[in-house]
């Protein structure tokens, strides 16, 4: 059952909060904007899109993970539990969590309204019986959960290593953020991508087929539809780098020729080579994932990983 007091998108004006990160990302030295604005309706449908290249394991890893340990999963957590999704999108390795622990409410939470509200719809007619209670928001931002799931004991999911994007300390105050939101009795399910090969890394965020640089270059058209940016689009490249110091692959959009453009009436400049840093997407050895959930509040108490240690699942308890 789906339970939605969300009135239906209204027809979007300039998004002052989009301005603002990418003026202030396009005015700073090295250049750098935030991941979130990737996902416009374009860029999520592209991200979707990524998660079944061959190239792009995480996400069928993690899902395999999921298919595979449900009754780990029941076993550990219980049953009767509100489950709370952290950046929900489109929810498609949910239903195995779902079906394995039967949770008394689930709660899924992202920023994009639209896609949140399709995919709550999906879910909630697969688990007729399971109150759906869908909140838009940034959960880098305050949140207040419904009221509805007051009593329940909560799991927190942060599945897909969304952690990754945030830097070190960022990644520690949210974890810290989630512990408080949920309270003492909560446990939480974390996906979280391993170090590996660079190889593979790079060639996860670099694509054969070109996916993923179009992910990237969407960012431009969307700050020309939306900021009367005139960046040309020809005038930017794709590149994904391993930062093997601060173990994470970097994405950039890297300027082929001197450029000259203007952003909601301000003028910026680059040079040739010079890039916009668009995201960072941390990976974690086995001590590095329970070193940061324990700085977060968080105490690590089992782990799945797929038999080439591709990607980890991490329960931890508050
Ligand atoms: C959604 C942040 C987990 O970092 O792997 C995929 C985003 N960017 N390809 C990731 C992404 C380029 C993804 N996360």
């Not at 999108?89 to 920023?111: C, E, F, M, N, W």
């Not at 003492?184 to 060639?203: E, F, N, Y």
């Not at 009367?228 to 020809?234: F, M």
């Amino acid at each position: 059952m789906l339970l939605t007091d969300e009135a239906p998108a209204a027809r979007r004006a300039i998004d002052p909060a989009f301005r603002r990160d990418i003026i202030d990302g396009l005015s700073r030295a090295p250049k750098a904007t935030p991941p979130i604005w990737f996902y416009d309706r374009r860029g999520s449908e592209l991200f979707e899109r990524i998660t079944d290249l061959p190239e792009y394991y995480p996400t069928r890893t993690e899902t395999a993970l999921l298919q595979a340990h449900g009754q780990d999963f029941a076993k550990a957590v219980g049953e009767g539990r509100a489950v709370v999704e952290f950046g929900a999108g489109s929810a498609r390795k949910t239903p195995h969590l779902l079906r394995a622990i039967q949770p008394a409410a689930y709660v899924p939470i992202d920023i994009s309204g639209d896609f949140l509200h399709a995919s709550s719809a999906q879910l909630a007619s697969a688990f007729p019986d399971l109150p759906v209670l869908p909140l838009v928001g940034d959960f880098n931002g305050p949140l207040h959960l419904p009221t509805t799931i007051d009593t329940l004991p909560r799991l927190g999911f942060f599945p897909g290593s969304t952690i990754g994007n945030m830097e070190p300390d960022a990644a520690v105050d949210l974890l810290r953020a989630m512990r408080q939101l949920l309270g003492d009795a909560s446990m939480l399910l974390i996906g979280m991508d391993r170090i590996k090969d660079r190889q593979r890394l790079v060639a996860a965020y670099d694509d054969d087929a070109g996916v993923t640089a179009a992910f990237n270059l969407n960012l431009i058209a969307r700050i020309n539809r939306e900021l009367e940016g005139d960046l040309p689009i020809d005038g930017f490249v794709h590149r994904a780098l391993w930062n093997d110091d601060k173990a994470r692959i970097e994405m950039h959009l890297e300027a082929v020729r001197p450029l000259h453009f203007h952003v909601a009436g301000q003028c910026f400049r680059m040079a040739a080579g010079e890039t916009i840093h668009t995201e960072s997407s941390h990976k974690y050895g086995a001590r590095d994932e329970r070193l940061l959930l324990r700085a977060g509040g968080w105490e690590p108490v089992r782990e799945w990983t797929d038999p080439d240690g591709l990607f980890a699942l991490v329960l931890a308890k508050a």
